[in-house]
T-cell receptor, first 115, second 113 residues
Framework: AQTVTQSQPEMSVQEAETVTLSCTYD???????LFWYKQPPSRQMILVIR??????QNATENRFSVNFQKAAKSFSLKISDSQLGDTAMYFC????????????FGKGTHLIIQP | DTAVSQTPKYLVTQMGNDKSIKCEQN?????MYWYKQDSKKFLKIMFS???????INETVPNRFSPKSPDKAHLNLHINSLELGDSAVYFC????????????FGPGTRLTVT
């Protein structure tokens, strides 16, 4: 079974600062995907970024980038130039590359961007 | 045009009742899922289903059952509701061969009193 650990229940930074959210995972799989999802107060689940385990290059999406360390089983999310709208719960998630057994989530980090 | 829709958005009911939450996707996807988010915001997969296979998370009580009348729908039936069933339930879908593309519904907040 896979596990995903987010060790920061809550973080708070000032607007325009850079913030890094941590995530570690445990799996015996070699083929898998990692994700960061954002959940604002509206509760909608929004995909922030996805990383394929077979790709060595770190994924980036505008102000969002990841630091994927496969050997260390670490997958952190960096948000640059943070904005008030980034305030939300952020979930790290894992999915096996084979099969359709869904996402395994971490417990989430509540990120607060202060004006 | 909502890709994945759920009805109702809110559901308040009493212990012991049986209820259903409907999920519909208009994306032509083959696989659908149900997730539960508890009061501490923890998200957990409950079921995944395509026309060939139902995968059940072993921790889900058998009071919960998914029903798929057709490829576009995966409804969640809950029997003998308990206080601990209070949560937000999310439906999601993904296309065949690209299960990593998960499209989530808006969620249904179930409150059991």
């Amino acid at each position: 079974a896979q596990t995903v650990t987010q060790s920061q229940p809550e973080m708070s930074v000032q607007e325009a600062e850079t913030v890094t959210l941590s995530c570690t995972y445990d799996t015996s799989e070699n083929n898998y995907y990692l994700f960061w999802y954002k959940q604002p107060p509206s509760r909608q689940m929004i995909l922030v970024i996805r990383q394929e385990a077979y790709k060595q290059q770190n994924a980036t999406e505008n102000r969002f980038s990841v630091n994927f360390q496969k050997a260390a089983k670490s997958f952190s999310l960096k948000i640059s130039d943070s904005q008030l709208g980034d305030t939300a719960m952020y979930f790290c998630a894992f999915m096996r590359g084979r099969g359709a057994d869904g996402l395994t989530f971490g417990k989430g980090t509540h990120l607060i961007i202060q004006p | 045009d909502t890709a994945v829709s759920q009805t109702p958005k809110y559901l308040v009911t009493q212990m012991g009742n049986d209820k259903s939450i409907k999920c519909e996707q208009n994306l032509g996807h083959d696989t659908m899922y149900w997730y539960k988010q508890d009061s501490k915001k923890f998200l957990k997969i409950m079921f995944s289903y395509n026309n060939k296979e139902l995968i059940i998370n072993e921790t889900v009580p058998n009071r919960f059952s998914p029903k798929s009348p057709d490829k576009a729908h995966l409804n969640l039936h809950i029997n003998s509701l308990e206080l601990g069933d209070s949560a937000v339930y999310f439906c999601a879908s993904s296309p065949s061969g690209r299960v990593y593309e998960q499209y989530f519904g808006p969620g249904t907040r179930l409150t059991v009193t």
